[in-house]
């Protein structure tokens, strides 16, 4: 799978100091100069009820919030210490008593996806608050086994999963079923589950025969890329055909600067990087050079 040129140094120039923490967490690469000098940029984001924002002027949310567990814990920080704990209480006081996530109601309304909810429970939110209390050591919690109940719940007879509490129960898509795969396997279920399957055989089905069409009438990278990364959380790798139709339909809409429609980019090549169609240890060089050049 040939790509027209390295999308890394238009990734790294155009990614929030939580898109790339998110990729040098799965390099393995926290404790390191650059880690830490967005590590520096992302404690600065911390507000005083505990969350985190995404940006400077934006009240705390809950995605940003658990990526920030997950980056301090990654970088070496106690699970114990005082940001983390402030930081999983403040996601606790968003949880539902059926055990799902909603957002904080405090954030700007425009600042809310369609996708999300202040009131509703929201499976994408819930897979992942579930992710950063596993990675703080909290599988075995009451709150966070009826969080994984609930997020099982919300998937569909096809396969795919809810995207809203109380939608309509053919209101699936493929974003929240591959946050809900992989949520689900970092808690412990086994990737050959029957949920963990069915999800990835809904999944390979809409790339076949689905994806396509979406494509016409959402981001056109979206469908594609969102549908691949449930498939590459559970094990899946470009042998399989699913995997490698929906590379196909992704490296095809390439830009000739390396990136993608929509800025893109910041979604595909992390994806490129976890299937070995970009290097790891290339990327790694790669984001050392560009990143020292914007110092």
Not at 12 to 17: E, I, L, M, N, V
Not at 63 to 75: H, Q, Y
Request: some cysteine; glycine content about 4%.
């Amino acid at each position: 799978m040939k790509l027209r040129v390295d999308p890394v140094p238009v990734f790294w120039r155009k990614a929030s100091c939580w898109r790339k923490l998110r990729l040098l967490r799965y390099f393995g690469n926290m404790e390191t100069f650059i880690a830490q000098k967005y590590l520096k940029e992302m404690n600065n984001l911390r507000r005083e009820d505990g969350g985190f924002s995404r940006t400077s002027d934006e009240q705390s949310s809950v995605t940003v919030t658990a990526e920030a567990i997950m980056n301090l814990i990654c970088s070496g920080v106690s699970p114990n210490s005082p940001s983390v704990q402030k930081a999983l209480n403040f996601l606790l006081s968003l949880q539902k008593e059926n055990g799902s996530w909603r957002e904080n109601p405090k954030l700007s309304k425009d600042r809310i996806p369609f996708w999300s909810s202040c009131e509703k429970g929201v499976p994408i939110l819930t897979a992942d608050c579930i992710e950063a209390f596993v990675e703080a050591g909290y599988r075995n919690d009451e709150r966070i086994i009826k969080a994984v109940e609930w997020l099982k719940q919300m998937q569909s007879p096809d396969g795919m999963w809810l995207s809203l509490e109380d939608t309509d129960p053919n209101d699936t898509e493929p974003d929240s079923t591959q946050r809900a795969i992989s949520a689900l396997i970092k808690f412990g279920l086994p990737k050959d589950s029957h949920i963990i399957k069915n999800a990835c055989v809904a999944l390979e089905k809409f790339i076949l025969r689905e994806a396509a069409e979406w494509a016409k009438t959402h981001p056109p990278v979206w469908p594609w890329i969102a549908s691949l990364d449930g498939l590459v959380a559970a094990g899946y790798t470009v042998e399989n055909k699913a995997v490698n139709y929906a590379l196909k339909n992704i490296v095809e809409q390439q830009q000739e600067d390396g990136s993608w429609p929509n800025n893109y980019e910041l979604r595909v090549v992390p994806t490129l990087i976890k299937l070995d169609i970009i290097q790891k240890e290339q990327a790694s060089e790669t984001i050392k050079v560009v990143d020292s050049e914007q110092a």
